[in-house]
């Protein structure tokens, strides 16, 4: 963020002091370096790669380890849901430096519902640039990146639909789905439906009338 030298409703952009980005890097990315800033300027980024107002980082996706200190004015809760988006669909992890202004809207349902860590500093954060310290609490949010499945299971009960017609109706493409047939161990007459095994039971069977699987198949009552 750029620098401001007092807090002033001005500009809402304060540069943060190297040492908590460094403490930050330590604490949860072993040392490995920021990749992006989303909310910096030229001058200032804390990262490899940034993110100025004019290349707007919340319209951005975000990638690798992530450090952002956004404005701290009214869009502050749009940074941090953005934040909490981003790690929730596993892009990457982020560490914020927010104020810390827990009766906020955004603290409770963002904050508190999905940060990995929340530290408070003890005392005030003396922005870059500034000739006093923040007239404010400032607090350091982790939101780790969500550990995404490689594969996914689906499983079905009972289904008279073909295993490629389930696969086709989930989205999944040729050859990165496998059918697994396991017998079932619930009691047959207590299915609530039976089929007679010696038939296709598929969707085009089901859609036609004088299919043998409509007169074989019956519903259980009881």
């Known amino acids: 963020m750029t620098d401001s030298v007092h807090f002033t409703s001005d500009s809402d952009e304060w540069e943060t002091p190297d040492a908590i980005v460094q403490w930050a890097n330590e604490r949860w990315i072993d040392g490995a370096g920021f990749d992006l800033d989303p909310a910096a300027?030229?001058?200032n980024a804390k990262a490899s790669t940034w993110?100025?107002?004019d290349t707007d980082g919340l319209s951005q996706s975000w990638f690798g380890h992530v450090w952002c200190n956004p404005p701290y004015g009214r869009q502050v809760g749009h940074w941090v849901e953005k934040a909490a988006a981003e790690a929730a669909l596993g892009r990457c992890d982020v560490v914020m430096l927010l104020?810390?202004?827990?009766?906020?809207?955004w603290w409770h349902d963002l904050v508190l519902a999905y940060a990995?860590?929340?530290?408070?500093?003890?005392g005030r954060v003396k922005f870059v640039g500034a000739e006093n310290s923040a007239p404010f609490p400032s607090v350091v949010v982790y939101f780790k990146a969500r550990e995404q499945p490689s594969s996914a299971s689906y499983f079905t009960s009972a289904t008279l639909l073909g295993p490629e017609?389930?696969?086709?109706t989930?989205?999944?493409a040729d050859g990165t789905w496998k059918y697994i047939d396991l017998p079932s161990t619930f009691p047959v007459a207590n299915r609530p439906?039976?089929?007679?095994?010696?038939v296709s039971m598929n969707k085009a069977?089901?859609?036609?009338?004088d299919s043998p699987v409509r007169a074989e198949m019956h519903i259980a009552s009881g």
């Open 41 to 43: 300027t030229d001058a």
């Open 170 to 172: 989930l989205g999944l």
């Open 116 to 122: 990995t860590a929340v530290v408070f500093f003890k």
């Open 51 to 53: 993110f100025t107002k």
């Open 165 to 168: 017609y389930i696969a086709e």
């Open 99 to 105: 104020p810390a202004r827990v009766d906020t809207v």
């Open 193 to 198: 439906i039976n089929y007679a095994p010696v």
């Open 205 to 209: 069977a089901l859609d036609d009338p």
